[in-house]
């Protein structure tokens, strides 16, 4: 309905086109571009997905030292989220929560609300057979991989102490949800196609965690993220230039969906609310 469309700035990727003559033929892709494309008011949603407060680093230094990307987005909730989730909250989108870890969410309404509609829990995935083998080869990864052995019991402790951050706690009956079902329910309720994704992190969680876009996307849904509102897991190697959130940035916008930048997106959303009804609470 035109009367539902949101015009907005978008960040996109050219894929295209490769050229031979070149030494490096990917050099000569078109690469980023903006533009201004539409979204439909009552079929796009906002997501914010594991915006964890995870303590300080004296109550989980494991934590910390192994998951280096916590105070950025402790920065990221403090200085983006408030302007950006007053204009969702003042526009005609919905804002849903994705979360996980503990049970810090369980007495929120919109998880009540999407643990209805979704019914019972998900069958859980089938999986092969374990062997004494396998399980020395997780150990050694759990050692020397991710978190580490002397940060491990930090990782255990967390799901004591997570909670929201301030800045990204639902508001009243906002969705909130724990897995796909039930982020799929949701949607379905709402009628919603398009999810437009904050949170942490661009290349972990947000892509493959239960509610990421991998997901949804096989659900039909659209995936975008907005830029300033994510970070990502770096490395060694790129973690000076955050590198890692560059690389994820553009898998969303060749794999999924938009990327938008946050002022943009905020400044269409009050436009859009001069010309657009609010939905019935």
Known sequence: MPGDEIAVMANYYQQFDADYSRKVPGAAFGGWRKGEITLSASHTAAVVMHAWDC??????????????????????????????????????????????????????PGYRRAVKLAGGPPEPPLQVESDP???????????????????????????????????????????????????????????????????????????????GMIDM?????????????????????????EAAKELGLWRVAVMFGFVFDADDLTRALYTGIRDIDFRAP
């Open 133 to 211: 083998v396998v399980q020395r080869l997780r150990q050694f990864r759990a050692d020397n991989v991710w978190r580490g052995a002397h940060n491990n019991a930090d990782g255990a402790k967390l799901s004591e102490i997570l909670d929201f951050l301030p800045e990204a706690r639902p508001e009243g009956d906002e969705g909130v949800a724990e897995d796909t079902p039930q982020l799929l329910a949701l949607c379905r309720e709402a009628g919603v196609n398009h999810l437009i994704y904050a949170g942490f992190a661009i290349d972990a969680c947000l892509l493959m965690s239960p509610g």
């Open 217 to 241: 996307s096989r659900h039909g849904v659209m995936c975008s993220a907005i830029r300033q509102a994510v970070t990502a897991v770096e490395n060694r190697e790129t973690a000076r230039t």
């Open 55 to 108: 303590g300080t680093f004296e109550q989980v230094p494991g934590v910390w030292r192994s998951c280096e990307y916590v105070p950025r987005s402790v920065r990221i909730a403090q200085t983006v989220f408030p302007p950006l989730l007053t204009a969702i909250r003042k526009s005609p989108l919905r804002l849903f929560h994705v979360v996980g870890g503990g049970d810090y969410y369980k007495e929120c």
